[in-house]
């Protein structure tokens, strides 16, 4: 047992190094965040590692150059014809994966998404697609650098305390046992999406929330295996220490795990008091730091447990209760749900996402809504549009979504980045990227931070409505030129 035990810590370190953090990133969001924009953050916060839902040609597209790790997905509704056909695996693996390597860095393939327990009637030709897949890879020389798996729910794991006791269930055997031998043959890691907050809403109280968020539990409150004397301090071990142990259960003991998906909410509806903003916080805060440091977990400590989050922002458009809505770590427009407490833990996420934030124009905006919303901002947002007048520093480049980042980013700095304040009507979004240039420095950098001001002036948001008649200035070829148009939008702040 000791030398097996070696060789998967050598598995595991080999295929892995450090353990990583990386997120997830759903689209279910009414103004989705283009892929360029998408990317921009995804590199301001320093997160290397990201999982998409699908093969998103944009998105990988974006991602090209970058180095950021990605792990792509076969979606659920395309398992079937994959699972039957070894050449509808060749060309889903030729136009989504072949076509983008080596500039954009695929490193692993997601085949479906908690497909025993979503969609249990594909289950029969789950393992047949992965191998499909496998061998589409292995014809592309891509085999080494790229590893196909599943992810799992966990609730596939019976009697998951004590850990020592846990097995899956017995009815996907037959699926089950094929998979793992898979996994093992081809050096792959087994994925498992891995939810304490709903751990601890199904517990009916059993479960301690602050075991749930990783917070500190004096020795008397920790959890114990009686079979195996280890001690458990949260959730998030337990429920990894259960998936190794029903591993072993079916005599598989060298297949490392990766977290494909692990969050909590922010917000929930009367039935859920515990989504809020502070414990989605604390347990992502945790999270990170509990994974960043290579601890591993009670059964195998030190071995890697790399963690993908759920999710990048939230999605507004996700059927179901509140919490379903509000995973995110950004909103839609870029601006951060919370600013997550990571002193010291390491790079990812390093950016101060409070107060170094900016705020641009979308490149893809319509050029009216655009130049409505410099209007408004040159007029009854008070900004000071001087630099943007012909000969002064921030005239060049002599476009509007230039001139409109600037004033949109002036108007959020001087409004101290209240929520709400950088949206106008959808055409922009908050960004960590300095736009600054040259000599065009940008208030709320190099010294030039904005000041809230007193007054009545709102910046237009997505849910503007018209009323009354306003004084605006526009930017025409450099000149400052006034016009009177109809409507006073009036700020809905974005929550």
């Not at 093992?184 to 075991?211: A, F, H, R």
């Not at 730091?289 to 507004?316: A, C, F, Q, W």
Request: with cysteine.
């Amino acid at each position: 047992m000791a030398v097996l035990l070696l060789l998967f810590f050598l598995l595991a370190c080999s295929v892995y190094g450090d353990s990583f953090i990386g997120v997830n990133i759903g689209t279910d969001i009414t103004n989705m965040p283009s892929a360029t924009e998408t990317v921009a953050l995804l590199k301001a916060q320093s997160i290397q590692h990201v999982r998409l839902y699908d093969a998103d040609r944009a998105m990988l597209l974006a991602l090209a150059n970058t180095g950021i790790r990605v792990t792509v997905s076969v979606p659920n509704n395309l398992l079937l014809g994959i699972g039957q056909s070894n050449a509808t695996a060749a060309n889903w693996v030729a136009h989504n994966v072949v076509a983008h390597v080596p500039a954009t860095n695929i490193t692993a393939i997601a085949v479906g998404s908690e497909v025993l327990t979503a969609l249990p009637n594909v289950a029969p030709v789950l393992v047949n697609a992965l191998k499909f897949i496998q061998s589409a890879l292995v014809a592309a020389n891509l085999d080494q650098q790229i590893k196909v798996s599943t992810p799992h729910s966990s609730s596939i794991i019976l009697n998951s305390f004590p850990p020592s006791q846990a097995f899956f269930n017995k009815t996907w055997d037959p699926v089950m046992v094929p998979l793992l031998k898979f996994l093992q043959s081809t050096g792959s890691y087994l994925m498992l999406n891995v939810y304490p907050y709903y751990n601890y809403m199904q517990s009916e109280g059993k479960i301690q929330l602050e075991y749930a968020l990783f917070r500190p539990l004096p020795p008397n409150k920790e959890a114990v295996d009686a079979n195996t004397m280890l001690h458990y301090t949260n959730v998030f071990d337990a429920v990894i220490d259960a998936a190794y142990f029903a591993m072993l259960y079916l005599n598989f003991t060298n297949i490392p795990i990766v977290v494909t998906e692990s969050g909590w909410p922010s917000k929930g509806d009367s039935s859920e008091p515990d989504a809020t903003i502070d414990n989605a916080n604390t347990y992502n805060s945790n999270l990170i730091r509990h994974v960043l440091n290579n601890s591993g977990t009670p059964k195998h400590p030190r071995i890697p447990v790399s963690t993908y989050i759920y999710e990048l922002y939230n999605e507004d458009l996700r059927p179901g209760p509140v919490s379903e809505k509000n995973w995110g770590l950004f909103y839609a427009n870029g601006a951060p749900v919370y600013t997550l407490h990571l002193t010291g833990a390491g790079t990812v996420f390093a950016n101060d996402t409070t107060n170094q934030t900016f705020c641009v124009a979308k490149s893809n905006a319509d050029s009216k809504l655009l130049q409505a919303a410099l209007d408004w901002a040159c007029g009854p947002g008070k900004v000071d549009c001087s630099p943007l007048r012909q000969g002064q520093e921030c005239y060049e480049p002599n476009n509007v979504v230039a001139h409109a980042t600037y004033a949109f980013n002036a108007y959020y700095q001087q409004m101290a980045k209240s929520p709400g304040t950088c949206d106008f009507k959808g055409v922009a979004f908050v960004t960590t990227t300095n736009p600054s240039y040259g000599s065009c420095v940008f208030p709320g950098s190099g010294g030039k931070n904005g000041t809230s001001i007193n007054g009545t002036s709102l910046a237009p948001s997505n849910t503007s409505t018209a009323s009354g008649s306003l004084s605006q200035h526009y930017y025409n070829g450099g000149s400052l030129i006034s016009s009177v148009i109809l409507g006073a939008l009036l700020l809905s702040a974005v929550l």
